[in-house]
Each structure stands twice: as C-alpha cells, then as structure tokens.
C-alpha cells in the first residue's frame, strides 16, 4: 500500500504508513457508533426517525468495511467474540419454532443479534491500534453526552427520573452512563487540551445524569467501578488523585441528588423498597422456576412473554437483571455463552494492559484498557438489576478489546520489562503499586 497523508496518523498510525485499508470505513465505523448509542433520531433530531440513520449507518460502515478492509488491514475474521455472538444468535433462531411466541422470537434475532453482529464486524477491522481504539471511545463517549443533554432536557417524572427517546428507559440511561464514565479517564489525563475538556464534560454530564435518572442500579454500578478503579494499579494515576476523584464526584453527587432518590435508597436499608417482595426478587423466583422448566430458552427477546404467560397475564414485566435475562430467553447455553463474552473480554483488556506496559508504564492505550476494565465492573454491577444483556455498548466495547489487544501483542513481540522499582515506604500507600519503568529489547 502507498502512504497516505501523515495527518491521518491522528485517526490511527496505521493509516499513515500505508498498512491500514481506506479511512472511510473508520469514519463510517465513528458515525454508526455514535448513532447507535446516542439515538439521535430519538433524542434531539426526530424528523431523522423515518430514516432510520441507525441502521442505515451500521449498514454503510458495515459493507464499506468488508469491501475497503478496515484500520486493522483486514476485511473479515471470524474472531472468538464474533463466534459467540454467532452462536447466541443461532441458539435464538434454532428457539423460534419452540418460542412462547414464535413471530416475536424470530424478530428478537433480527432486530438484537443482527445489528450487533454487524457492528461487531466493523468495529474489530478498524481497531488497528491503541489511537484507533480511543477514537471508537470516544464516539461512544459523544453518543453518551447526547443521551446526557436529552436528560438534561427531559422533564422529570412525578416520581424525580428522566428517561429520553423511547428506546432508553431511566435505568438504561445510567447504565450507559456508568458504562462510559471510566472511558474517559484516559483522555482527562493523557490527552490534549481539547481531549481533556471533551472528557471533563462527559464525566460532569455522565455523573448529574445518573442523578436524573434516579437509577439506584447505576448508582450501585458508578460505586462498584470507582471501588476497583480506586483499588486497582493504574498508570498515571496516584491513589492521593483517585482518593481526591472520588472526593469530588461523592460532593457533586451529595450537592445534585434528590429528595426522592433518597427516599427510594432508605427505602431498600430500611427494607420497605417493593423490589423486596413483590418486585425483583419475585420475578426473579418467577424466572428461576421458568428455566427450570425450559433450560433450551424461550426465544431472544421473549422474557416478557414467558412471564406472562407463567403468571396467568398478571405479570409482563422484563427480567431486571441481564444474566437471568439471557438464562430465561437463551437457556443455559446461551448463559454460558455470555459469561464466556465477559470472560474474554475482561482477559482481552488485561492482556492488552500487560503488552502494552512493555513499552513502558506510560505507554499510550495502557490506561485505556485498564479503565475498561473497570467499564466492566461497573456493567455487571449495575447489570444485575438491569435487563441489559443485549446493550448496545457491549458488542462495541467487546470487540474494541479483542482489537486493542492483538495489536498490543503484535507490537510488543520481542519486549520485556525490567524489574519493577519499590517505591519509598512512606508513599506506597498513596502512590498504589509500582508500574513497570521502562522497556528494553530482547
């Protein structure tokens, strides 16, 4: 391939030296993440919803990607995480003819597998490096700060949340929120001025969004993944500057909370919160004697469905928890699958970290993958209590991993590290755990 111009560089190094294929799958791949979480067609521009930009975006990125080869030099591989998403998607079609409701459980693998394969597609062949990895970030990051205005915007409920668009209730947007919120640590620190800007608007935005929303799940999510984040070695990050993050962030949530949200959170210590008895824990007991006696699943996106139909009709309510979701919908097979999904996604991520910290503690995209693990964290948390299982955010962030940390790997061939220095006893608490110094080779 002949170099292209070196100010593509910024977009990703591949495209500077020849080795990535055209840039205009990476931009189409940009759009259709931004569009598929920001749900701009819902939230600020509804005259676009007869359009649907969201499918005709993943659809351009998608075709763009398999006919030009993406950022990463390739078309088309059949991946492990493309793998599982293939089979969960089989595991539904083979369930239409034995479905609850077979019409819907053919639409849930149309309308759920399909998209996010797709996108699984386009954004795995345009992750060729850690820059090209925080640039699909941050169109996720952009798409959550549209979700965040449509908050800010959206009158609150008799009962303080806010919800925006009709695709997003108010617990999906905190999961979105809490889901980005670590993903734009890495520019708060590392980047340009203008990064460090963009990251401190998500991160203000994110966390008064949670707030709107009156989430506790998103709450409980944003607490779990600032407890691993907080006892966790990152690079660049001091615990005296996590200590004083979470300083910050608990005084901002303290100032913006609500009266109501607080009610509804003594409401679950003080053991009166209906989720106690009629609400969650009933359908999840509900849920755990329907997989009993349907371990092959009841068909994606069937949840509902299934509830009612066992309840007599009293009760239609989705799963609330995004693990009993795929158990009921997709059998324990299909359980087995996503766990699998998460699994290696968290591994991807910590591989990723240790290949890139053979270049050094403060080797670019180290504290990207780091802080995704935390992302993580903070899904399953929140993930519990949330019927999430098929969050747009997933398939991006899985794949993006798969890519970050191949390239990671391929580059650091013939690396090590040197021995890692002891810091000063009077500041190993407050610094955290020593990163690696510098790298040498082999």
């Known amino acids: 391939m002949t170099p292209r111009a070196p100010g593509l560089g910024r977009l990703s190094p591949a495209f500077a030296t020849g080795h990535a294929g055209s840039v205009v799958p990476f931009l189409a791949t940009l759009l259709a993440v931004f569009i598929a979480v920001s749900k701009v067609q819902e939230t600020l521009l509804p005259f676009l919803q007869s359009a649907r930009p969201a499918l005709l975006t993943l659809v351009l990125a998608t075709g763009l990607t398999l006919l030009l080869g993406g950022a990463a030099g390739h078309r088309f591989r ?50 060729a490096d850690e820059r090209a990895f925080r640039w699909i970030v941050r169109a996720m990051l952009a798409g959550m700060m549209v979700l965040a205005v449509g908050a800010w915007l959206a009158p609150q409920s008799d009962f303080g949340r806010v919800s ?41 935005t994110g966390t008064v969004g949670i707030l709107r929303t009156g989430s506790r799940g998103a709450l409980l999510g944003l607490a779990a993944a600032g407890l691993y984040f907080m006892l966790r070695r990152t690079d660049r990050l001091p615990r005296w500057l996590k200590i004083a993050a979470i300083v910050v962030v608990g005084v901002l949530i303290a100032s913006r909370i609500s009266d109501l949200f607080v009610e509804r959170i003594q409401a679950i210590v003080e053991g009166s919160d209906y989720n106690l008895t009629t609400g969650r824990l009933a359908i999840w007991s509900r849920a755990a004697e329907i997989a009993v006696r349907r371990p092959m699943g009841v068909g994606a996106g069937q949840f509902g469905a299934a509830l009612g139909l066992y309840t007599g009709g009293r009760d239609w309510h989705t799963a609330h928890n995004s693990f009993i979701q795929v158990l009921v919908e997709l059998g324990f097979a299909g359980l087995i699958l996503f766990l699998l999904l998460l699994y290696g996604a968290w591994r991807d991520a910590g591989r990723a970290a240790t290949a890139l910290g053979l270049a050094g ?3 670019p995209g180290r504290l990207d ?27 991006v962030l899985v794949a993006a991993l798969a890519g970050l940390r191949e390239a990671a790997e391929r580059n650091a061939a013939g690396l090590e590290p040197l021995p890692r220095e002891e810091p000063r006893a009077g500041r190993a608490f407050l610094r955290g755990r020593p990163a690696p110094t510098v790298a040498r080779p082999t």
């Not at 595991?91 to 309308?111: C, E, K, N, T």
């Not at 929120?177 to 401190?200: E, M, N, S």
């Not at 993958?369 to 398939?395: D, E, I, K, N, W």
């Open 78 to 127: 059949l991946t492990r995480e493309l793998a599982i998403y293939l089979s969960l998607a089989a595991i539904g079609l083979a369930l239409v003819p034995v479905s609850v409701w077979p019409g819907g459980a053919l639409d849930g693998v149309v309308y759920i597998f399909v998209p996010q394969i797709l996108m699984m597609v386009a954004v795995r062949a345009n992750v």
């Open 164 to 204: 925006t668009g009709f695709t997003y209730d108010a617990n999906d947007l905190g999961l979105i929120f809490v889901c980005c919120l670590p993903l734009a640590i890495p520019d708060l620190v590392t980047g340009g001025f203008v990064a460090r800007i963009f990251a401190a608007g998500v991160l203000l």
């Open 369 to 395: 993958a780091q802080c995704a693990r935390a992302t993580l964290v903070g899904y399953v948390a929140s993930g519990m209590f949330l019927s999430q299982a098929y969050l747009v955010l997933l398939p």
């Open 361 to 363: 503690p403060r080797a």
